[in-house]
């Protein structure tokens, strides 16, 4: 009996996936085609992988104990071409990438032309966009994510950390006054982004969230730098925004004494650690390594609170 290695492959990302079109895209097919392969391919092993529905798909018990060979079978593959040299199957295909607009209109896009550059072998299809979208519905291989993570029904990788600060404008804080502790915000102007009015500070007394409020909120964070920098209120922005507003003084760090409790991050989001394109793993690789441990924009030194991992 012989397998196909490449509708084994198809099989494990559509177990991976839950949905055979998702896994059919990654791969060039269309939904028919690849449907039609996974039938062949329960034929040959006489011994049916999937419930199908209209929506998604499952494994069947014959499918799960498959599963667990199959990607031993993947993996030693993907070994012995490691193995040859220039047999090593070079990153290439479509690439769906799914980005927040400011970091990525800053941070990503320009990197892109030496991506490109470097791997003739992948396209790219970035999308930039703040709302959080559902990778399997939409087809998106990599979302680049900015913040706490909420869902952990996905693999992450850390790209870089996120140092955050509150900051206001001098001129805002010579009308204003600065505060001194983290309840003195009450008193204050601040710039809301979303629905996030809870500002959880660490304190000699241990955790503290101040609920805060202002006359202006917006789910896009350029309105809020944009308003800080007019002084507006104080602002909960991270450096990789602020950087150099406050290395020129046109912002000034707000309440440093005080961390914020909450740990974020950016990161690299996808569906499966199972079988992760050769694709998605070189832009992953690329990000981290122009990033650095210590990203760019932090290289000049900030006075500001420890930051955020």
Known sequence: MALDLDTVALFVRVAALGNVSAAGRERG??????????????????????????????????????????????AAEAQALACVGQGQAAPQGRLRVSCSSSFGRQHVSPALPEFLERYPGISL??????????????????????????????????????????????????????????????????????????????????????????????????????????????????????????????LVPVLPAYPLAEEVAIWAVYPSRVFVPPKTHALIEFLQARFGPTPYWDAIDIPLAPHSS
């Not at 269309?30 to 529905?53: F, I, M």
């Not at 799960?64 to 990607?71: G, I, R, T």
């Not at 964070?221 to 104080?234: W, Y």
């Open 29 to 74: 097919l269309s939904p028919a085609t690849a449907s039609t392969r996974l039938v062949q391919l329960e034929g040959t092993l006489g011994a049916r992988l999937l419930h199908r529905t209209t929506r998604r798909v499952a494994l069947t018990q014959e499918g799960e104990v498959f599963l667990l060979q199959a990607q031993a079978l993947l």
């Open 125 to 250: 299809e970035f999308r930039l966009t703040d709302r959080v979208v559902d990778l399997i519905e939409e087809g998106v291989d990599l979302a680049i994510r900015v913040g706490a993570l909420r869902d952990s029904t996905f693999v992450a990788r850390q790209l870089a950390t996120n140092r955050r600060t509150l900051c206001a404008s001098p001129a805002y804080l010579a009308a204003h006054g600065a505060p001194k502790h983290p309840g003195d915000l009450a008193g204050h102007e601040c710039l809301i982004l979303g629905e996030q009015r809870d500002w959880r500070f660490v304190t000699p007394g241990g955790t503290l969230n101040v609920r805060v409020g202002g006359r202006l909120a917006s789910d896009n964070g350029e309105v809020l730098r944009d308003a800080v920098l007019a002084g507006l209120g104080i602002a909960l922005k991270s450096t990789w925004d602020i950087g150099a507003h406050l290395r020129r003084g046109e």
